[in-house]
Every structure is written in C-alpha cells, then in structure tokens.
C-alpha cells in the first residue's frame, strides 16, 4: 500500500486489514467499506453520493463553477467530463490531500465507443454482430480510458429502440432484444474485463443505462414520455439490462423517462422491485444528468427537495449534477424525513466501487504518463478499429457490379461527408481528436492514388446550397464511377437529436439525382446514425453502403470495402422503413387479427398508399458474393421440456468472392396464452465461406428459449406448434416446424 491517504485514514484501514485474516474477500472490503464510514460526518457521506461535472465537456444543461471547492470540503466525491493522468492526478491531489478524510475520487466518462480511438458508433457496432469484436471495442476503450485516469464509463446503453426518430437509437443495439443482449454482454466483459477485476487498472467499472425503457419515448422525441404494458417491457426492453447485470455490471444510470406515470429516477417499482430484488444487482445507482431534478417538471415533486426524497427513497445512490442531495439531504436526516441508514447503504455501494478499484490501496493508481502514452492510440488499437470498421459496414444494394471499385478507375468523390473527419467520430466522441484522421477522400487517394480521385464537394450536408452542383457534375462527368458520401451532421444523431423527417437531409440526394442522370455507376456512402428513409437514395443509386459514423479508422475502413480489399459482412440491427409512416416498423411484430395475407382486399391491417414491408428488414445485409441456403432440417419433430432439438442448414457461397455470412435463427409461437411475435431471433453464426465453399450450421433449440411472460405473467414456454426460420435477414429465410410437448 503507497501511504498516499491522510493519516487517520491509513490508520482506521490498516487496522482493519490485520483483523481480517479470516475473513472472505467479500466481507473484508464490507468491513474495509465500514470502518471508513464510521469515521464520516453526515455531510461527508452525502458528500459521497454526489456526482459533478468537470468543466472539460459539457454533456448535460448546467454547470457548476465551484467543484475544486466542493471536492476540498468533502462536499462531492465523484467527478465525470475530466479526463487526462495529468487532470485526473490535479483534481485527485485535492481530494486526498486537502480534504479531511482523504477518500479519492471516482472519475466517470462517457467512453462509449472509444476514449481516443473511436470505434464506429454503437449502432454500427451492433450492425458487426460479431460480439467478440465489439468486446474487443469495449476492452480497448477500457484500457485508453484507464490509462487516461478514468475509473468509471457511461456505457453500456442497452436501451431497445424501434423508433429512428429517436437521436439515441445511434448509442445503443437497435431493436432486438436477443441481439441487444448478446452485445451488451460483451460490453461489459469489454469495459470490466472478463474476470470483472476491477482491480486491473486496465478496466474501467461498466454502467448499464439507461433504466429503464429510456428507449420508448412517445413520437420518438428525446426526454418524453415512455408507456408500455408490463409484458413488453418484461419480454422485450428489460432482458438487455438484465443480460448486462448478470454479466457483471457494478453500475447503473437511471433513465429520463417515466413509466407508467413515475420517473424512473423516483421509481421505487424500478429500483427495488425490479432492479435489486428481480434482477439481484448489488452495485451502485447513478442518476442521469439532473433526472431528480426533473421530477419537478415531470409533476411528482413540488421542489427539489422532494425530488430529492423520492430518489433517495427508491434507492438512487449518487445524484448527478443536479446539487439536490448536496442541498437539502442533511436537513432531512436531521429532520427525520430520510433514515441515515438509507444514506449508509447508499455511500456503502459508492465506498465498495472505490474499494473494488483499488483507490484506497493507491488513490493515483490510474495515474500513470507512461501507461497513458503507452495505450492511448496504440497501434493495436488502430488496428482494432479499423478491423471493428470494416466489419460495421452494410452493403444495401449493389447492381451493375459498381462495388467493389478497381484501381485504375477513375472515381469521383462528392459530398461535404467524404471531406469531413469530425463527423466521421460520430457523437460521443469522448477524447477521440479528428485532427489525427483520414477523412475518405484521403483515405481513396492514398490507396487509388490522387490522380485517380477527383473530389468536389457538391452538395453540403444540410442547408440549400446547390451552388457547388456544376463543379461536382463536371467532376463526374470525368470519372469512370461517382461515390457520394451524404447522410447526416453527426450532431444530428445521439442526444437530444430526434428528427420528424428521416429523409437525407439537404440536396445531398437532389445531387445524387442529377449525377444519377449522367448514367455511370453511382454509388453511395452513408454516413448516419440512425435508419433513415433511403427509398429515393435507393432508386437513384447503383450501389449504397452503410458506413454509419466509422471513427478514428473509418476512411481506411470504407476505402477497403470500396475496393473489395474487404468483402462486406454487417447486418441491420435495425429496420430501414420505407418511409417515415411505417415507423415504428419491427420485425417481432405481431400478425393481428387481420394480417395482410388474407384474401380480403380491403379490410385488413395495412396502409392504402404504401405496403407494410420496410426498404430493408431487420438482419438485411448483402456481400459482393452470394450465400444460397438450403436443406433446413431437425434432429427431431418433436421437443420435450427438458430435451433439445439440433437444427441444421446448409450455406453455400456460390458467388465469386470469399465472404462472411450472419446466418440467423427466429422461432414463431403459433398459439400462446397471448399473441406472440410472427418472429423471434434465438440465434446467430458468424461463417467465413471461400468461394465455392458450402457448409452445414447448427442451433440448438432448448425450451429455455422459447419462454416468456404467459397470460398469468409466469415466465416459460407454453407447449404447442412453433416455426422454426433460418436465413440471411429476417425476410428472406427458410421455413420448418416442430412441436414442444
Ligand atoms: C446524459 C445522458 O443521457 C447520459 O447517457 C450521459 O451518460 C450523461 N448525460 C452524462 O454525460
């Protein structure tokens, strides 16, 4: 132990150490945790439960001018938007050495797709569906953020979405809940490491938000209201938050939201019954930014102060922001409204984090220049991200063989986008710096060679500029192939970002429609963080590419694909309606009573202008080759509650090229106690195949699989008739059955 703590610190814990010989790891930090929260006045406890922000990033709507003074008096615990071994130590040094009991600090960020390598944006990270890629994403923004003296991300968002409305369908899985699971399982053993080592300064404490249902706000407008039945959130929205708990997280953020009539952040139901006693999590609680606060306006509380008693009493641990327990939580101790055991329990959780991560041991242990400049931008970090890139990418259409391009090609390249590298990070960028990158028109030129690509800006990525048309048009006029990178500002996405229009915006496509007159392959790069209305983009041009937002290697990543030096592999995890009146458009949707295959041509569940199938179903996703399936069979017709079925298909890759196939899996109920989704994901396999190459692929199917929450909302499968579906995309599949007894 590095005797950096103020003496009567040191001495309470070395006396607790030499008492605890027989004690188990878990109960000698409970004792370690206790022996420091019997030397705390009431104010410095509450001082433990308060989180601020530093004045490094502004990520929320205040902003408090006094936290160096508030850390020296013990007054706040807990800092987040500072960032930097040098900042981190500054603000550390007060905390340990200038207050009186000397707890450290827990520095927390927004690390959500990178600290200083970005990762493509979660979404895109998400379109990999490759789980070990994406724990490799979260490992390596681990390790750049705790060699940056951050102890503690924001991340994993595990929030289920179907409404791209909605900014913040870029942070997280999109809108399955199988998937969206799988991925927030890998986040964690990403940010936490995979033996949840908090002691391992290379991991980073994971938090798990935003709880709950944060994902379903009403008209896909960021902040409001979220309403939904009991069972659909049990069935669809809660498994990702449970499926991160379970696989570690030792964090998590509250929601904005209300359900059912009660925020989130005051919700007892939420907190208690279902995260503590349901889901058994046993770590600490975080507000969002100033969400007690809010309650006011949300109209439960009539002040802060009883806002702030709502949340303490729900269990909300630590407040970010908002200065409501750090202003009226010792009065009501004092006054009896709030017992100081519920404070106890409270500041236990946050002492037991700082305990876990070794901060008492040595409150400047993530403090480390050499480290920092060792791990921030490492090569294998690069090399990560432009492998994770590569791998996010979706091809959506490809005709007249535009992709892959060949060198000796000439190419010209339009669009504000392809020029940019700011929007290449997408939002939360954390540290990520855009000065360090490649935009695409680098990225081309280098690898094509810069006589090869012309570039001409064309068309802004928003506004009705059209000034810059003739330029882009001569350019083209000159190329061989165009490639337009357009899609969305990457302010446009993440918080506080909702759209009525998911259109491109601008006269980016108004461009593409003239080029597209020229009559030479067009292909085009999408830059966005959410599903947009691509069906004029789809008309015009021969090729489309999703390169959601790639990060700090996402010129390379996108040239290589270009070129076919990476056969594309990515697939939706979110549907691409075919316009905006289709939204929400699911694909676990339900069949109603009067589904659009009946015969009946008029009274049915549809719309009259437009059909109900979206552009691009949920898993869509093509290759510059081509995968056939066949031969769907099961080991038996039959499963018995305890037994298994193995299922089986084969995937050739009869096209011209290597490839990599996401073969998934969905079920279908045929009759439950309630109606059930007419397609389920269970599983998925990630296959390489050489041209030519066929392969047999196997899921097990167990009962466990096919529960949910019956009409009594007991949790199980019902016996009865089930499809079982594999294929490529969630349309496009084959189809068997078998019954479970
Ligand atoms: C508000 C966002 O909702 C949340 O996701 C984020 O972690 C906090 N701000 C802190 O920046």
Redesign the pocket.
């Given at each position: 132990m590095k005797h950096t703590l103020p003496f009567l610190l040191l001495a309470t814990l070395l006396a607790v150490s030499c008492k605890q010989e027989l004690s188990t790891p878990e109960t000698r930090i409970d004792e370690r945790v206790d022996s420091v929260l019997r030397l705390m006045t009431l104010e410095e406890k509450i001082g433990q439960m308060v989180l601020y922000?530093s004045d490094w990033d502004v990520?929320?709507p205040t902003m408090r001018a006094t936290y160096l003074d508030d850390i020296r008096k013990g007054h706040c615990g807990n800092i987040?938007?500072a960032h930097t071994v040098a900042y981190t130590r500054q603000l550390q040094k007060v905390a340990v050495e200038e207050s009186r009991l000397g707890i450290p600090l827990l520095f927390g960020y927004?690390v959500i797709h990178g600290h200083k390598t970005i990762f493509p944006l979660s979404l895109g990270e998400a379109a990999s569906w490759d789980t070990a890629a994406i724990e490799l994403s979260a490992r390596v923004s681990a390790v750049e953020a705790a060699a940056s003296g951050l102890h503690w991300t924001?991340a994993p968002?595990v929030d289920i979405s179907v409404d791209p409305r909605w900014g913040r369908v870029s942070e997280g899985a999109g809108e399955d809940p199988f998937l969206g699971s799988r991925i927030a399982e890998a986040r964690v053993r990403g940010f936490q490491g995979r033996d949840n080592n908090l002691a391992d300064t290379l991991t980073v404490l994971a938090t798990v938000?935003?709880f709950a249902a944060y994902g379903a706000p009403q008209a896909g407008r960021d902040y409001n209201t979220v309403d939904m039945s009991e069972r659909v959130f049990f069935d669809t929205y809660l498994p990702p938050y449970q499926a991160a708990i379970e696989a570690g997280a030792m964090s998590v953020?509250t929601s904005?939201n209300e359900l059912d009539g009660v925020p989130a952040t005051g919700s007892s139901y939420l907190l208690k019954d279902i995260l503590r006693d349901k889901l058994g999590f046993k770590g600490l609680v975080v507000t969002?930014?100033t969400s007690i606060n809010e309650m006011v306006h949300h109209g439960v509380a009539a002040t802060d102060a009883e806002a702030g008693l709502l949340a303490v009493k729900a269990g909300v641990d630590m407040d970010?922001q908002g200065e409501v327990y750090f202003n009226y939580l010792k009065q009501q101790v004092e006054e009896g409204l709030v017992s100081e055991k519920l404070i106890d329990a409270a500041v236990r959780r946050v002492l037991k984090v700082k305990f876990l991560l070794g901060l008492f041991d040595d409150p400047y242990r993530y403090c480390d220049e050499a480290r920092e400049k060792r791990y921030v931008y490492a090569p294998a970090h690069l090399d990560a991200a432009l492998e994770v890139a590569r791998k996010s990418m979706v091809l959506l259409k490809n005709d007249r063989q535009a992709l892959p391009l060949r060198k000796g090609e000439k190419i010209a390249v339009l669009g504000e986008l392809a020029a940019s590298t700011r929007d290449m990070l997408g939002s939360w960028k954390a540290a990520g710096d855009w000065d360090f990158m490649q935009s695409t028109v680098d990225a081309l030129r280098e690898y094509a060679g810069a006589d090869q690509v012309m570039y001409a800006e064309g068309a802004k990525k928003q506004g009705e500029d059209r000034s810059g048309f003739a330029a882009a048009l001569a350019a083209a006029r000159k190329a061989d192939k165009i490639v337009m990178v357009i899609g969305e500002d990457w302010e446009w996405t993440g918080?506080a970002a909702s759209r009525t229009n998911i259109l491109v915006p601008g006269v980016q496509t108004e461009l593409l429609a003239e080029v597209a007159k020229l009559g030479k392959p067009v292909v085009v790069v999408l830059m966005n963080g959410r599903p947009l209305d691509l069906s004029r983009e789809h008309r015009l041009a021969d090729a489309l590419l999703e390169a959601w937002y790639p990060g700090t290697m996402g010129g390379k990543a996108i040239t290589q694909v270009l070129y076919g030096e990476y056969n594309p592999s990515g697939k939706l995890p979110m549907t691409f309606p075919l316009n905006l009146g289709q939204v929400p458009v699911y694909y676990y949707a339900k069949n109603t009573g009067r589904p659009v295959y009946l015969l009946n041509d008029k009274y049915k569940s549809k719309y009259i202008d437009a059909p109900n199938d979206p552009l691009y179903p949920f898993g869509f996703g093509l290759s510059y080759t081509q995968f056939v399936y066949s031969d769907l069979t099961l080991s038996a017709p039959e499963l018995t509650a305890s037994g298994r079925i193995e299922a089986s298909v084969r995937v050739t890759n009869t096209g011209s090229y290597d490839g990599v196939e996401i073969v998934q899996w969905y079920v279908r109920d045929l009759v439950g106690s309630v109606t059930r989704p007419v397609k389920e994901l269970k599983g998925f396999n990630r296959i390489e195949l050489k041209k030519g190459e066929s392969k047999i692929v196997e899921f097990t199917l167990t009962p466990e699989q096919l529960a949910f929450h019956r009409i009594d909302m007991s949790y199980g499968p019902e016996a009865g008739e089930f499809r079982l579906f594999a294929g490529g995309n969630s349309r496009d599949v084959l189809e068997t059955g078998f019954v479970l007894k």
């Open positions: 922000t990520t929320g987040f938007n927004d924001f968002m938000k935003h953020m904005f969002d930014y970010m918080e």
